[in-house]
């Protein structure tokens, strides 16, 4: 299967610092990328998708100036939390896909916490 | 809006035991279903998926059916191992791409020998 590379695994950062993650395909050009983040004990919600080249489209509740989200090539996505403050901490996946129709592959995922 | 429901965990089984983990969904049209499954230290992985009604998905002994009629997807394998120990999510995928998901909560599965 295909790999999808995610860094760092663990951040801890101070309060009102920006952190930024990334998300990389490393054997194939992914169109698609997610964006998705896990409260403690609480399923995967999904934050934004992003397109290679264009603007990320996010979810219904996600402020897009404080998870600033960039794809600006095919096997490249960050995440940047900016102004990160405690309530921000939780686990960020993203995914990737090759198109439509196609199975979504996962990074092994960044645990934030903000202190 | 979409939603997925998943069984309450933790399970804990001993080996070669029975596994079953009930996900039921709600969701507008024709929803692709998945089941992915998380082992520790690593990323999520697809187990299986049915694309349509009646569908069975099966991967390494695991299987589930589509069932339109109950909403619902319920992981099953006949005989479980050590090895199967993870955390298992229920997804559905309303549109086109297979990427964008909704998740039941995750049921841990804990295989004793």
């Known amino acids: 299967g295909a790999v999808v590379s995610q860094h760092p695994s663990r951040v801890i950062c101070k309060s009102g610092t920006s952190v930024k993650i990334e998300c990389r395909s490393l054997?194939?050009?992914?169109?698609?990328m997610f964006w998705y983040r896990q409260f403690p004990k609480q399923s995967l919600m999904l934050m934004a998708t992003?397109?290679?080249?264009?603007?990320?489209?996010?979810e219904q509740g996600v402020e897009k100036d404080k998870f600033l989200i960039n794809h600006a090539s095919l096997t490249l996505s960050t995440l940047t939390v900016t102004s990160a403050h405690p309530e921000d901490s939780s686990f960020y996946i993203c995914?990737?896909?090759?198109?439509?129709?196609?199975?979504?592959?996962f990074g092994q995922g960044t645990r934030l916490t903000v202190v | 809006g979409n939603s997925v429901t998943q069984m309450e965990g933790p399970v804990t089984l001993s080996e070669e035991a029975f596994l079953t983990i009930n996900c039921t969904y709600t969701?507008?049209?024709?929803?692709?279903l998945f089941w992915y499954v998380q082992y520790p230290g690593e990323g999520l992985q697809l187990l299986l998926k049915?694309?349509?009604?009646?569908d069975k998905g099966s991967n390494k002994g695991f299987e589930a059916t589509y069932r339109k009629e109950t909403t619902s997807f319920h992981l099953e394998k006949g005989s479980v191992q050590v090895s199967d120990s993870a955390v298992y999510f229920c997804?559905?995928?309303?549109?086109?791409?297979?990427?964008?998901?909704?998740f039941g909560q995750g049921t841990i599965l804990t295989v004793h020998p």
């Open positions: 054997d194939f050009q992914a169109t698609t």
């Open positions: 995914s990737a896909t090759r198109g439509q129709n196609t199975e979504a592959f």
């Open positions: 992003s397109n290679e080249g264009s603007k990320a489209t996010y």
């Open positions: 049915a694309t349509k009604a009646d």
């Open positions: 997804a559905l995928s309303g549109g086109t791409s297979y990427g964008k998901l909704t």
């Open positions: 969701a507008t049209g024709y929803p692709s």
